[in-house]
């Protein structure tokens, strides 16, 4: 029997994201990763099935949080990561039982949480992907609706970008992508260089009940190439349960006139977001090849 992959909570604040990119990216092939803010992190219950580690990347973290997850057996380890360290310390005392440096804690995590012997022998492709578009068109919602196949109508606008790990089967065969949902601020233009590098593919996310979202896309299709030349792209028209300013005619069109396939979604009802993530998984893996071929 295959045994199950070990998983990690990461809580970090978003505006952090960045800095812990290289580490996401590299823990995603190890670990099964899921980043939360802080603030949402405090507000989840304790699962029946707790992670393996719990990684924290704050100073201050309420200490009844932490002890909270102190009572589930087996329990995670409490790992906190702390610029105040420059070497990995266990710490018998106080709340955590390792403080890692957060300049580079992915050494010292595989010393504490070795991947199982399953994991070492994983051949799963990571490939980093991205979701752009102007704010509010549900890029965010699209990745929560794929990982809780539920809706969250609560969800906050992203600030600069989210980071979400997604495992994706694509004809029988398992991909790990790291999604990053790019905040549609335009005072974020000039980081976005750094969050669109190394991608292997792209979604362009516009709102069908907002014709605005729709007639921005060019901006976004312009921005992609010119970051990162022909990589395939995907135009995914969301809230498809909202009434439609946009038909799916005039969608199709603007697909066909840029070479890219069309999807339309809801993270409401669910219907189109399975089909979405499949196929982005399957553009990224034709991205990854055409570039080892170029």
């Known amino acids: 029997m295959t045994a199950p992959r070990r998983r990690v909570l990461l809580v970090i604040e978003t505006a952090d994201l960045a800095r812990y990119a290289g580490f996401l990216e ?13 603030r949402e992190a405090l507000a989840q219950p304790i699962p029946e099935e707790p992670p393996d580690a719990i990684l924290v990347a704050a100073e201050e973290v309420p200490e009844g949080w932490l002890e909270s997850w102190k009572r589930p057996e087996p329990r995670p380890l ?13 710490a018998p005392e106080g709340p955590w039982d390792w403080v890692l440096p957060a300049a580079s804690p992915g050494s010292d995590l595989e010393a504490i949480l070795p991947a199982s012997s399953e994991d070492r022998r994983s051949t799963i492709p990571v490939r980093k992907v991205l979701l752009v578009g102007e704010a509010t068109v549900g890029k965010t919602s699209l990745a929560t609706f794929y990982l809780q196949r539920a809706f969250d109508p609560r ?7 989210d980071i979400h790990i997604c495992p994706v089967e694509v004809e029988g065969m398992a991909v790990r992508l790291v999604v990053w949902d790019v905040g549609g601020q335009r005072r974020f233009a000039a980081l976005r260089d750094l969050f669109y590098r190394g991608a292997a593919a792209g979604a362009l996310v516009f709102d069908l009940s907002n014709r605005l979202s ?12 010119s970051h990162l030349g022909s990589i395939p792209v995907l135009l995914v028209g969301n809230k498809a349960d909202l009434p439609r300013e946009i038909s799916r005619l005039e969608a199709e069109s603007l697909a066909r006139a840029w070479g ?3 999807f339309e979604t809801s993270c409401v009802t669910g219907v189109g977001v399975l089909e979405f993530f499949r196929a982005l ?10 570039a080892e071929l170029g």
Do not use: D, H, N
């Not at 409490?78 to 266990?90: F, G, W």
């Not at 729709?214 to 190439?225: A, I, N, S, T, V």
């Open 26 to 38: 590299s823990a995603a092939s190890r670990w099964e990763i899921l980043t939360l803010p802080l």
């Open 78 to 90: 409490l790992i906190q990561l702390s610029a105040r360290v420059s070497a990995a310390c266990k």
């Open 155 to 161: 969800r906050r606008m992203t600030i600069g970008v």
């Open 214 to 225: 729709f007639y921005q896309l060019l901006r976004w299709w312009q921005e992609l190439r």
């Open 260 to 262: 890219t396939p069309y």
């Open 281 to 290: 998984a399957a553009a990224a893996l034709q991205g990854t090849s055409r």
